[in-house]
């Protein structure tokens, strides 16, 4: 069993709709929850972290964390061509390592 | 600010060589970290150093070693490079304490023949 999964996607939303990525994760013991976006051939970049249950907003970006369900996703408003990217869902335990999903590729049509 | 330095960012060699890629901090992180990417792999852990002086193996060690070599550098070895190495690899730094996500280098883009 994958420690941290996603769908691969394709997802595809017309420009201007919520995209929305979701990521479960297996360790309860996981207290921090990242999310990355990372553009084809560039490396990966921090748009999100979460460490409590709920809601946090950022912008156009929304991360919501549900630890009893060891569910973490990520709504992107108003989509833009610009967001078309690959996300990867990221968690980290009390150890040093970080564990990262497969990534979803989101594509945002104009 | 340069973050996370990588070299070289793209190499070529053939197999049965050997090299070893670079990375520099100057965020003043304690932990670093190597990474590759495949296709539909996502990342994969090599090897990482919690501080200065300690080093170990994540999900895929074989055939590479790695050298902390102060604080702000860590660098990855291949003795003896395959095909199956061909690759992206990431380097990465982060803080110690578990809230702190992980900064990456722009990566190094490695084909061996």
């Known amino acids: ?63 919501q964390l549900n630890k009893a369900s060891q569910y973490v996703s990520l709504l992107i408003r108003d989509s833009q061509p610009s967001d078309s990217a690959t996300y990867l869902c990221a968690v980290r335990n009390y150890g040093q390592n970080f564990v990262f999903g497969p990534g979803t590729r989101l594509s945002v049509l104009p | 600010n340069a973050g996370v330095t990588q070299t ?47 080093t170990d193996k994540g999900e895929v060690p074989n055939g590479y070693n790695v050298s902390r070599l102060n604080k702000r550098e860590f660098s990855l070895r291949l003795e003896s490079a395959a095909p199956s190495q061909t690759s992206v690899y990431f ?14 280098g722009d990566g190094t883009r490695l084909s061996i023949l």
């Open chain 1, 1 to 63: 069993q994958k420690e941290v999964e996603q769908n691969s996607g394709p997802l595809s939303v017309p420009e201007g709709a919520i995209a929305s990525l979701n990521c479960t994760y297996s360790d309860r013991g996981s207290q921090s929850f990242f999310w990355y976006r990372q553009y084809s051939g560039k490396s990966p970049e921090l748009i999100m972290s979460i460490y409590s249950n709920g809601d946090k907003e950022d912008g156009r970006f929304t991360a």
């Open chain 2, 8 to 54: 070289p960012k793209f190499q070529v060699l053939k197999t049965g060589q050997s090299m070893t890629l670079q990375c520099a901090q100057d965020m003043n992180h304690n932990s670093m970290y190597w990474y590759r990417q495949d296709p539909g792999m996502g990342l994969r852990l090599i090897y990482y150093s919690a501080s200065e002086g300690t």
């Open chain 2, 91 to 104: 380097c990465a730094s982060t803080e110690s304490t578990e809230a702190q996500p992980q900064h990456f």
